[in-house]
């Protein structure tokens, strides 16, 4: 190698040194901002995650998809039942997220009551994936502070917690425009309900469509385990389908492979998805999720359901805990 050759090479890895140091003060930089952001005020979909995950107190929690966040009404629960109440339902979210959170919540409480709403593509493979998605963004933020979630995205999204080790702006690259922006739901006051107001709906009622769908099979053990790991703790489970506004089906592929579980621990098992009295157009705010008015008639009967059969069959659970958040 010629010393001109060299010369060009020493210059190119200066220029390159320079490069890498800029970006570690540029990534350093917003991601010392954003973190800065995210303690002062998290987002209330943070907020709300990480009270579930590290500070839940609450007698009740709902689990399940969208359909439980927008479609069960925490506050109607407790009024009913005369316990707290707290709806851990998130967007995109299947089974694999349900079973995470409450096998991390289960090590700091143990509720009274737990209802699982499942859905008919509860073990489609792209809602597995999503729910690894969900689970990363809640939880790469907290990495370098909690060894939980370290532990639980090194085995869930392993690429996505090595990235955020090396740079502190990936850690809250999904919150970045609720941080900049103060989106404010105010989900965490409304007990983790999220409502959404009026309706979409147009034409005629379509049917229920899941051809082409490819399914996980992994999904089925995360649903025995939620199942098996909340008997162990003697609370009580009790699952559920909300409502559709869809033609009527009476299974699925997801729901084939759950229901046998169902049957084998003798879990509760209450189905509204198409019971007539929720079967009305100006209950739903798109064809699968209800919307404030919807949610507020289907919570209400559910809870009157839970309060007969309990009172009847398990009275102990109706006995308010003296720690749950007010």
Do not use: W
Request: proline content about 5%; glycine content about 4%.
């Amino acid at each position: 190698m010629t010393r001109e050759e060299i010369n060009h090479v020493v210059r190119f890895l200066k220029k390159l040194s320079i490069l890498a140091v800029l970006l570690f003060i540029f990534d350093r930089g917003i991601g010392l901002f954003l973190q800065y952001l995210y303690e002062k005020d998290p987002p209330p979909d943070i907020k709300a995650f990480n009270h579930v995950m590290n500070t839940p107190q609450e007698d009740v929690y709902i689990f399940g998809s969208s359909k439980v966040a927008h479609g069960y009404v925490s506050n109607v629960f407790a009024d009913t039942l005369g316990l707290t109440c707290f709806n851990a339902g998130r967007e995109q979210t299947n089974i694999l997220y349900a079973d995470v959170v409450m096998s991390e919540m289960l090590r700091k409480h143990s509720p009274k009551l737990v209802i699982l709403d499942i859905t008919a593509k509860e073990t489609v493979a792209h809602n597995m994936e999503a729910s690894k998605l969900i689970l990363a963004n809640l939880m790469i933020p907290h990495i370098n502070t909690d060894t939980s979630f370290l532990r639980i995205g090194k085995k869930l999204f392993p690429k996505e917690v090595f990235a955020a080790q090396l740079s502190m702006l990936q850690r809250y690259n999904s919150q970045v425009l609720p941080l900049l922006l103060g989106t404010k739901k105010n989900r965490f006051e409304e007990n983790g309900y999220l409502p959404v107001h009026g309706t979409k709906i147009e034409g005629e009622i379509p049917a229920f469509q899941d051809k082409g769908e490819s399914y996980d099979s992994t999904a089925k053990d995360y649903f025995e385990h939620f199942v098996t790991m909340l008997q162990a703790k003697n609370v009580k489970l009790v699952i559920t389908q909300s409502p559709y506004y869809v033609q009527k089906f009476t299974t699925s592929p997801s729901l084939a492979a759950l229901m046998p579980i169902i049957k084998k621990y003798n879990v509760e098992y209450l189905d509204y998805s198409f019971d007539p009295e929720f079967f009305r157009k100006d209950y739903f705010y798109d064809n699968v999720h209800l919307n404030d008015k919807g949610a507020h008639a289907f919570s209400a009967r559910l809870a009157s359901d839970l309060k007969k059969d309990l009172e009847k069959n398990d009275p102990s659970v109706l006995t308010k805990s003296q720690t749950a958040r007010q």
